[in-house]
C-alpha cells in the first residue's frame, strides 16, 4: 500500500530555514508526480508545490522563490526547502501522490 512519511517541521523564528522530507514506498516513486500541501490554522489544505517525473516544478505564487521542491528517486524520497520563512507559513505540511496524503508535519514560524 501507498505510504507518505513526512518529517523535518518545527519551531522556526520569521527568516529562517527548514527542510521537509517525505519518505515514499509501496508505488513507482520514480515515475510519480509528487506534491506538497499545507493546511494552515482554520483553514482548508492548499496545493503548494509539485515536482513532476521529469523534475519540472510548480509553485503557488506566495512560496515561489523562496521554497524549493525536489525528490531523490534513489532514497524515494521528496523534499521542501523552505527559506525566508514568514508567520503566514505557520500550517501542517502533507506530501502527496495521486488521491493519496500522508501524515502531515508542523511548521510554526514565530518569534
Known amino acids: 500500500d501507498v505510504q507518505l512519511q513526512a518529517s523535518g517541521g518545527g519551531l522556526v523564528q520569521p527568516g529562517g530555514s527548514l527542510t521537509l522530507s517525505c519518505v515514499c514506498s509501496g508505488f513507482d516513486f520514480s515515475r510519480s508526480s509528487m506534491s506538497w500541501l499545507r493546511q494552515a490554522p482554520g483553514k482548508e489544505i492548499m496545493w503548494i508545490s509539485t515536482i513532476y517525473h521529469n523534475g519540472q516544478t510548480s509553485y503557488l505564487d506566495p512560496v515561489k522563490g523562496r521554497f524549493t521542491i525536489s525528490r531523490d528517486n534513489a532514497k524515494n524520497t521528496l523534499y521542501l526547502q523552505m527559506d525566508d520563512l514568514a508567520p503566514a507559513d505557520t500550517a501542517v505540511y502533507y506530501c502527496?501522490?495521486?488521491?493519496?496524503r500522508g501524515r502531515g508535519t508542523l511548521v510554526t514560524v514565530s518569534s
Open positions: 502527496r501522490v495521486g488521491s493519496v
